[in-house]
């Protein structure tokens, strides 16, 4: 399978990191809208517009499924995106509800969503978990994640600050949801704020649970083609997937 995956920006290479993981795919083509992220603070119609246009762009590969790696996007787009795909999309927010529920036995289980105001806004995770039956929920819109990544701060003064600056009333959850692409890249130290004693739903992993329950996997793909797209400065997204995804 030759497959797209599409992002706002650089974030959802933590996605393609969980696919290179698990070599599912023949081919990967990314693209990340770098020159209009970030959708988190972005309304509706506009997220609509966007993720529409990213179905353009995949449309000059003949790509067998688009994966929805950004959940800002997934939150909002993804029935207008397929409206307009002429193959499969799925989005990580379905994938995230999934695993979530595969994780926990107990339907009171105490779970913290984390994403941008968007994602938050849209009340995504919520409804779909209320739907499964789980009503203790906490959502938080926790943004600065967000621009602190993309500094690549992954520990240190600033980021344990805005840690007890979005955490600090919180109650330990049992459970968290990553919810934003960003957010794998500070899931350490997330988890050591709350003492490592919650369940952690990472979209890139979540995912893959999804595709591989609904897709069968008959070959492993140990070097699969990678290419990378940029609406803006495509050279700094290589560079950041050369050092993440270790190339
Ligand atoms: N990719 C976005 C998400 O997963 C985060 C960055 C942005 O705001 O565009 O929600």
């Given at each position: 399978m030759k497959i797209g995956v599409f992002d706002s920006g650089i974030g959802g290479l933590t996605v393609v990191k969980s696919l290179l993981n698990h070599q599912l795919f023949e081919e990967i083509i990314y693209f990340g809208d770098t020159a209009r992220v970030p959708y988190g603070i972005k309304d509706k119609?506009?997220?609509?517009?966007?993720?529409?246009?990213?179905?353009?762009?995949?449309?000059?590969?003949?790509?067998?499924l688009i994966i929805v790696a950004c959940n800002t996007v997934s939150a909002y787009a993804l029935e207008e995106m397929r409206e307009n795909a002429s193959c499969p999309v799925i989005g990580v927010v379905e994938a995230g509800i999934l695993a979530t529920v595969n994780s926990l036995d107990d339907k009171n289980s105490n779970i913290l969503i984390l994403g941008t105001k968007a994602t938050i806004n849209s009340r995504a995770y919520e409804d779909g978990l209320?739907?499964?039956?789980?009503?203790?929920?906490?959502?938080?819109a926790t943004g600065l994640f967000v621009p602190i990544v993309e500094e690549e701060i992954y520990e240190g003064e600033i980021l344990n600050a805005t840690l007890s600056h979005y955490f600090c009333e919180l109650k330990k959850p049992d459970a968290i949801i990553l919810g934003?692409?960003?957010?794998?890249?500070?899931?350490?130290?997330?988890?050591?704020?709350?003492?490592?004693?919650?369940?952690?739903?990472?979209?890139?992993?979540?995912?893959?649970?999804?595709?591989?329950?609904?897709?069968?996997f008959t070959k492993k793909y140990e070097n699969p083609t990678l290419k990378f797209f940029a609406s803006e400065n495509p050279d700094a997204l290589k560079a950041v997937a050369s050092k993440w995804l270790s190339l």
């Open positions: 119609n506009t997220i609509i517009r966007y993720a529409i246009e990213a179905v353009e762009f995949f449309k000059n590969f003949d790509i067998d209320e739907k499964k039956g789980f009503n203790n929920l906490e959502a938080k934003c692409t960003h957010f794998p890249l500070i899931s350490g130290p997330i988890e050591d704020y709350f003492c490592k004693e919650s369940i952690v739903i990472h979209s890139g992993d979540a995912i893959v649970e999804y595709l591989e329950d609904r897709f069968e």
